[in-house]
């Protein structure tokens, strides 16, 4: 069964510095990845999305992530935070066959420093 | 504009009352999900349904029922079965994979509050 892992719940960075948001997959097939960002008592909005095509995947706001297959890895970074980043991140995973469950990680609250 | 409404936004019932959460969405999806948000849980997915008139359970299905009766609506109903209905309820939809447009597009939720 396919899975995903977020490090750390609480992550704090300050304003103009990296971030940096950790996900590890599980999957016995190839997945396709997601980072969702979510504000307060809103949905989940697509940051961006890895579906086999280019390993650096750019997306919006100026965030982007890296697929590691040796790594299992699916980190989302940022060169430099802006206030107006604080929210909760979520990474998820889908398989491209079977039943098309997506499956989340228990999300990344990211604090942003002044 | 397409998109996922849920309504509505903030429900409050009272303990072992059923209660009913609606979603509809216009994006021509065949699949839809329901998720439910606690706080440090993630989401967490209830039922599913990749076409209409079929669902599947999800990790977390106990206490909850849903219909697929048209493509466009996806409603979840809260029984008093469920042991602590409170919290986060999230609606879906999506196109199946694979391809370069899949992804899961998202409602605004809606917050119930049994007491």
């Known amino acids: 069964a396919q899975s995903v892992t977020q490090l750390g719940s609480h992550v704090s960075v300050s304003e103009g510095a990296l971030v940096l948001l950790r996900c590890n997959y599980s999957?016995?097939?190839?997945?396709?990845l997601f980072w969702y960002v979510q504000y307060p008592n809103q949905g989940l909005q697509l940051l961006l999305k890895?579906?086999?095509?280019?390993?650096l995947v750019k997306g919006i706001n100026g965030f982007e992530a890296e697929f590691k297959k040796s790594e299992t890895s699916f980190h989302l970074t940022k060169p430099s935070a802006h206030m107006s980043d604080a929210a909760e991140y979520f990474c998820?995973?889908?398989?491209?066959?079977?039943?098309?469950?997506?499956?989340f990680g228990t999300g990344t609250r990211l604090k942003v420093l002044a | 504009d397409g998109g996922i409404t849920q309504s509505p936004k903030y429900l409050f019932r009272k303990e072992g009352q059923n209660v009913t959460l609606s979603c509809e969405q216009n994006?021509?999806?065949?699949?839809m999900y329901w998720y439910r948000q606690d706080p440090g849980q993630g989401l967490r997915l209830i039922y599913y349904?990749?076409?209409?008139?079929?669902?599947q359970k999800g990790d977390i299905a106990e206490g909850y029922s849903v219909s697929r009766e048209k493509k466009e609506s996806f409603p979840l109903t809260v029984t008093s079965a469920q042991k602590n209905p409170t919290a986060f309820y999230l609606c879906?939809?999506?196109?199946?994979?694979?391809?370069?447009?899949?992804?899961?597009?998202f409602g605004q939720g809606t917050r119930l509050t049994v007491v």
């Open positions: 879906a939809s999506s196109t199946p994979p694979p391809g370069d447009n899949t992804e899961a597009f």
């Open positions: 998820a995973v889908v398989l491209i066959s079977g039943t098309y469950k997506y499956i």
């Open positions: 999957s016995s097939v190839p997945p396709y």
């Open positions: 349904s990749q076409i209409v008139n079929d669902f």
């Open positions: 994006l021509n999806h065949d699949a």
């Open positions: 890895y579906t086999s095509a280019a390993t």
